[in-house]
């Protein structure tokens, strides 16, 4: 990438953390670290532990330019290491030309923001601090390294929650449909991508927000025919990009799957921006990178991964969504919430999406070509997946089919252990109902689910609400008294 380019999310990059002293920078940062499986590093705690004396010793024994110095060197050998970390830095340590630059080229650079009072009172009399000495110079020296902060955040942040969607370069906030240009990286021409719903209801915001820079707008049939190979061709010809460009997939999961495909293979692979606008797009599919379309031989068998620059999801979008679209999405949300251990379904809109979207960019992020823990996002898609293909994916919807998984995924659980209670909380948000489909195809198709290894196929169950496991083998008895519960006699 080139230097001046500055990094739109974490995927690739160490994450820095920045701000003033008392920001709460070692906390949040061995959270972060946490959640997204990095190691964390800690660069006073490195300098003190090298240096086998406290910073304030160094600043007195040998002066603040000596500790600068030691620091400056310290955050470049850091940054040089190829697994990405999570590392906090000191609050004085932007002072140095050299460190800014490296940051501006190995890290994605998070600015922890504190109210002053709070950090003052978290730092006074620590004696630990060497510049926090009186609260009128500690105002001062915060005032002065404030602009350098901000020139150096590549986002700002003052809690997990905000730091983990700044992470995976997720905007989520109620009318971000119309800072849509401002959220648009780079400086090219962009193509929006759409479907025929989408553009009427939506369309001219996002073309006003665009300004200029929208070059042409890709007009697509809503639902699945939006995934088909000929109109995913079709919208390749179409496109008028060049690399550098950017394409905008503004739509619910088709087209922000076939968006982002298209991002993926064209010019073997431009940048794109996710705008997911139902609720299965804005809690699942809009988000880490994902990309699909459909063949004859089954669904989102062609596909890539492709992170989205930016992902920018509009709460308010969800007031237009039919009934029967927001059930879809509450599924997977229930899901989500199941797997972070939150009842995220009890909350707003807004929060539910912004929970629901943190949770699996967290899992995302830390897995993002679905190696490993990603196979938790799995809940109950194998069962589901067996019913969708037995009623030949037109009863039960996707959404149903998932209600129903997880179900099933429950009551094995709750065989091994988990609160019943769960359960009960799923059945009466989703009010699944066993369907008619016939049975020996169901149990075919569980074994042909994609996840199958080996032949067998693999569950993930519940330990505990948020305690996922993955990778279960089921007793055929076990599978099949589970998949036959969620049928029901025609
Ligand atoms: N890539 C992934 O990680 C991932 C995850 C889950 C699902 N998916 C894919 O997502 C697709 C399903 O997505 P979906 O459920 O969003 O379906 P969809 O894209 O077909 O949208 C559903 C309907 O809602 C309309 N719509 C969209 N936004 C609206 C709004 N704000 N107001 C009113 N109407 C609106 C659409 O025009 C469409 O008719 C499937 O193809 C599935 O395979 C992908």
Redesign the pocket.
């Known amino acids: 990438m080139p230097v001046n380019v500055r990094p739109t999310h974490a995927l690739d990059f160490h994450i820095a953390l920045t701000g003033f002293m008392g920001a709460g920078k070692t906390t949040l940062g061995s959270d972060l670290a946490l959640a997204l499986g990095r190691s964390f590093i800690d660069v006073d705690a490195e300098i003190e532990r090298e240096a086998g004396t406290p910073i304030s010793e160094i600043f007195s024994a040998r002066g603040e330019s000596e500790f600068r110095w030691l620091e400056g060197k310290r955050i470049r050998d850091l940054l040089e290491t190829r697994e990405p970390a999570v590392i906090a830095l000191g609050g004085g340590a932007l002072g140095a030309e050299e460190t800014r630059k490296a940051l501006r080229e190995r890290a994605f650079t998070i600015l922890v923001e504190v109210d002053l009072g709070k950090a003052w009172h978290r730092v006074s009399g620590s004696g630990k601090r060497p510049l926090a000495r009186d609260e009128e110079s500690f105002r001062k020296l915060h005032a002065e390294r404030l602009p350098v902060y901000y020139d150096c955040a590549d986002a700002v942040s003052s809690d997990l929650e905000s730091a983990i969607l700044a992470a995976g370069g997720v905007e989520v906030s109620a009318g971000a449909l119309a800072r849509l240009g401002e959220l648009a990286p780079g400086e090219g021409n962009i193509s929006l991508v759409t479907?025929?719903?989408?553009e009427n209801?939506?369309g001219a915001a996002a073309k006003k927000a665009l300004g200029e820079r929208l070059a042409t707008t890709h007009v697509l049939p809503?639902?699945?025919e939006?995934?088909t190979f000929a109109g995913f061709q079709r919208l390749l010809e179409e496109l008028p990009l060049e690399r550098g460009d950017l394409l905008v997939a503004l739509?619910?999961?088709?087209?922000?799957?076939v968006g982002?495909f298209a991002a993926a293979t064209y010019m073997r692979g431009i940048t794109w921006l996710s705008a997911?606008?139902?609720?299965?797009?804005q809690v699942?599919?809009?988000?880490?990178g994902?990309?699909?379309i459909?063949i004859e031989k089954g669904?989102?068998l062609v596909?890539a991964f492709h992170w989205p620059a930016r992902t920018v999801i509009d709460p308010d979008?969800?007031?237009?969504?039919?009934a029967k679209?927001r059930r879809?999405?509450m599924a997977?949300l229930v899901k989500t919430g199941l797997l972070a251990g939150k009842k995220l379904w009890e909350l707003p809109d807004a929060e539910m999406v912004r929970g629901s979207a943190c949770h699996k960019l967290e899992i995302c992020l830390r897995d993002p070509r679905e190696q490993g823990i990603r196979a938790t996002l799995n809940l109950g898609h194998t069962f589901a997946h067996a019913l969708e293909t037995a009623g030949a994916f037109g009863s039960p919807t996707?959404?149903e089919a998932v209600a129903l998984g997880l179900v099933a995924a429950l009551r094995i659980s709750i065989e091994r252990g988990l609160d019943p209670v769960w359960l009960e909380e799923v059945e009466q948000v989703l009010a699944p109902k066993p369907v008619p489909v016939d049975r020996e195809a169901a149990w075919t198709a569980l074994f042909r689910d994609k996840k199958v290894a080996g032949g067998k196929p693999k569950f993930v169950l519940l330990e505990a609400p948020g305690k996922p496991v993955w990778g279960v083998e089921l007793s055929e008895d076990e599978a099949r008294r589970a998949l036959n519960a969620l049928i029901a006699d025609s």
Not at 251 to 257: I, K, M, P
């Open positions: 479907d025929e719903n989408v209801l939506y809503p639902g699945e939006a995934k739509g619910g999961g088709c087209v922000t799957d982002g997911p606008s139902t609720l299965v797009g699942d599919a809009g988000i880490g994902k990309t699909a459909n669904k989102n596909g979008l969800l007031a237009t969504l039919p679209e879809e999405g997977e996707h959404g």
